[in-house]
């Protein structure tokens, strides 16, 4: 029984699989668990746990305590280090959640010192004198200024951080961090014993990340973005505590039948219906005429009789924006989202009890709703089908599938038509 060495906290749920899928690629074999386990839940058998919270813009006391009840779970798992996930963009706001919670988590370590990047130039994103760009612009021209929840006005993260944490703040400047990881690791030491409790490092290429992951290969906590985590299993294997494994993304086969959900209206995702539809059976549900979920979970599972097989079949609720909004301006916008969300759901759990064992669902929300409904409590994760969207194999109180779950825009036009056949 392989002993997991890592132990993640990400603040949400897909920032959670970008993480997990950057440490399978790196050669950690990786279980994303869905809920905040309790403290005598049996850990999976993995290298990497991530713990995927709904903490980003909760309040601060409930991402705090969420944070923590999966700092002890990971912990009693015999995870050695942690790592605590936000968002490439440092999604916060000046009352949190980042600094509260690696606050508590450095507190409850009984660590006085972790480092800060969410840097990853795969993405676009770069810090430099501790300032994070979005592509060519400072964050708080790219968009991100006018975020509905985590507004960030400020692109200095020194700044930003020192706003959310009674500790204090420092930089480990480019300067710095191009001469490597023995310089990083000097400069950290150095932040640490002037007191300092975080350091902003500025990354931005993969090699400073490497360099970064290298010189934190002691640290207790380490926080930021996923693409810090590239340089951290290259630790554990130096350590002598992880082999070599080509094999990180294998998923155990499973024997079932194939379908698609489509619950997101998203652009990208209304593409890739449009590019199935003459590829395999699917059902367009029409909501705006059958306002209803239940009536519309009837419509669709006595379509499917006699359909079911190892080519998939979609069933899609998405419409184009003027649909949208005229279901919404009937029911009213949360309670549009919910009936569908909860007609998804009922057809999941259909599609399971008759034989589905491979299923891609499209839609963050979507998503949350039919894992809830089929009682996954984990996700070992598997190679990526397109960036950010793995394949899974998904366990908990139901029969163990095959899941991808897709965030709406996340995939390309073929996505519905290809994935089955890398599954
Ligand atoms: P995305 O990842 O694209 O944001 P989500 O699943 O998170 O997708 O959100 C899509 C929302 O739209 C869900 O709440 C879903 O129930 C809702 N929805 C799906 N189809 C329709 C429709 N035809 N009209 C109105 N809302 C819809």
């Not at 350091?199 to 990340?209: E, W």
């Amino acid at each position: 029984m392989t002993k997991p060495i890592l132990g993640c906290i990400a603040d949400d749920f897909t920032g959670a699989t970008d993480l997990a899928t950057m440490l399978v690629q790196n050669g950690m074999r990786t279980v994303q668990v869905v809920f905040v386990p309790g403290p005598n839940d049996p850990a999976p058998e993995a290298d990497a746990l991530i713990v995927a919270l709904k903490s980003r813009t909760a309040p601060v006391a409930e991402a705090v305590a969420d944070s923590r009840a999966a700092l002890t779970w990971l912990r009693q798992a015999g995870c050695t280090q942690f790592f605590f996930k936000y968002c490439s963009t440092f999604d916060s706001t000046d009352d949190g959640n980042i600094g509260p919670v690696a606050d508590a988590l450095l507190a409850d370590l009984g660590a006085g010192f972790a480092l800060a990047c969410p840097a990853f130039p795969a993405n676009g994103r770069s810090v430099y004198q501790g300032h994070l760009f979005a592509g060519a612009v400072l964050l708080n021209e790219s968009g991100m200024q006018d975020h509905p929840l985590t507004p960030m006005t400020d692109p200095n993260l020194v700044r930003v951080l020192s706003r959310q944490t009674d500790g204090t703040v420092g930089l480990v400047a480019y300067p710095t961090v191009v001469q490597g990881a023995q310089a990083i690791r000097r400069a950290m030491t150095g932040l640490k014993e002037q007191g300092r409790r975080y350091a902003i490092i500025d990354a931005v290429t993969n090699d400073d990340l490497v360099a970064i992951g290298e010189a934190a290969a002691n640290h207790p906590l380490i926080t930021g973005g996923s693409g810090i985590a590239m340089g951290l299993p290259e630790n554990f294997r130096r350590a002598g505590l992880l082999p070599i494994r080509t094999d990180a993304g294998t998923l155990p086969d499973v024997d079932g039948h194939a379908a698609i959900l489509a619950g997101s209206c998203s652009r990208a995702t209304l593409f890739q219906i449009a590019k199935a539809r003459g590829q395999m059976p699917t059902l367009e549900l029409d909501p705006l005429s059958t306002p209803d979920a239940g009536a519309l979970a009837a419509e669709a599972l006595a379509w499917i009789t006699g359909k079911l097989g190892p080519t998939p079949i979609l069933i899609a609720a998405s419409a184009p924006p003027d649909k949208v909004a005229a279901l919404q301006a009937r029911l009213g916008r949360a309670e549009a989202g919910a009936m569908i969300e909860e007609a998804m759901a009922e057809i999941a759990e259909a599609l399971v009890a008759r034989g589905v064992r491979r299923l891609i669902v499209a839609g963050g929300e979507t998503s949350g709703a039919v894992v809830q409904r089929l009682g996954i409590s984990h996700l070992r994760i598997g190679a990526a089908i397109d960036p950010g969207v793995p394949w899974t194999y998904a366990e908990g109180s139901g029969p163990a599938l095959r899941l991808a779950l897709k965030s709406g825009n996340f995939g390309a036009p073929d996505f519905f038509v290809k994935a089955f056949h890398e599954g």
